[in-house]
């Protein structure tokens, strides 16, 4: 596609519910990432992933979060057991993975999750 | 580990003025690159400008320019002919000479442009 796609862009969930949430990188971008922007926060790095090197979770605050990316392509990030603390907005972004011919990320528009 | 510090939580700008975002940055590594970018309303991040560190010259992107100072750790953002579109939130970042490594963020600097 033409960018980073993720979906839903907004959820609202319940206190203890699991969600997903879903990232659509550029076409033929090896390199994936997810991040979490809390309110007046910088971001926060969560996971990393890189052609089929085994994934960098070193940045998952906890083992409710966990992720996949199927393909070499879509992510899913899941946050099990919903808390009120996740409320954030969740971005992820895409790179084509060249070293330091990297421009910098392409990222997605993010999604907002508010747990009630 | 790398931190990356924006020491400025708002700031304002009357349209058509100059501004300059600040941003520091704590490492051990000689070779990095460094970012800044910007986020409005709609959330999306936007690769403003980046700097390679061993690059002496300061990097310009049109009404975008830096003030890179290795030896300080101090990369600064200087906005020239604010203009109403530029309101949004400015995020300094890092990332690791070696590439494809995550970006390290501030925790930004909220600009308002004023008419």
């Known amino acids: 596609g033409a960018g980073v796609s993720q979906s839903p862009s907004n959820k609202v969930t319940e206190k203890g519910k699991d969600v997903e949430l879903r990232c659509d990188p550029i076409?033929?971008?090896?390199?994936l990432y997810w991040y979490r922007q809390s309110l007046g926060q910088g971001l926060e790095f969560l996971i990393y992933?890189?052609?089929?090197?085994?994934?960098?979770k070193s940045g998952l605050p906890s083992d409710r979060f966990s992720a996949e990316r199927t393909g070499g392509s879509v992510s899913t990030l899941t946050i099990q057991r919903t808390q009120q603390e996740d409320s954030a907005v969740y971005l992820c972004?895409?790179?084509?993975?060249?070293?330091?011919?990297?421009?910098?990320?392409?990222f997605g528009s993010g999604t907002r999750l508010t747990v009630v | 580990a790398q931190t990356v510090t924006q020491s400025q939580p708002e700031m304002s700008v009357q349209e058509a003025e100059t501004v300059t975002l600040s941003c520091t940055y704590d490492?051990?590594?000689?070779?990095?690159?460094l970012f800044w970018y910007k986020q409005p309303p709609s959330r999306q991040m936007i690769l403003v400008i980046r700097?390679?560190?061993?690059?002496?010259q300061n990097a310009t992107e049109n009404r975008f320019s830096v003030n890179f100072q290795k030896a300080a750790k101090s990369f600064s953002l200087k906005i020239s002919d604010s203009q109403l579109g530029d309101t949004a939130m400015y995020f300094c970042?890092?990332?690791?000479?070696?590439?494809?490594?995550?970006?390290?963020f501030g925790k930004g600097t909220r600009l308002s442009v004023i008419a």
């Open positions: 992933f890189q052609g089929n090197s085994a994934p960098d």
């Open positions: 970042a890092f990332m690791m000479g070696s590439g494809n490594t995550p970006l390290v």
């Open positions: 972004a895409s790179s084509t993975g060249q070293g330091w011919t990297n421009y910098g990320y392409t």
């Open positions: 490492t051990s590594e000689n070779n990095y690159y």
């Open positions: 076409s033929g971008h090896t390199a």
């Open positions: 700097q390679e560190a061993y690059k002496q």
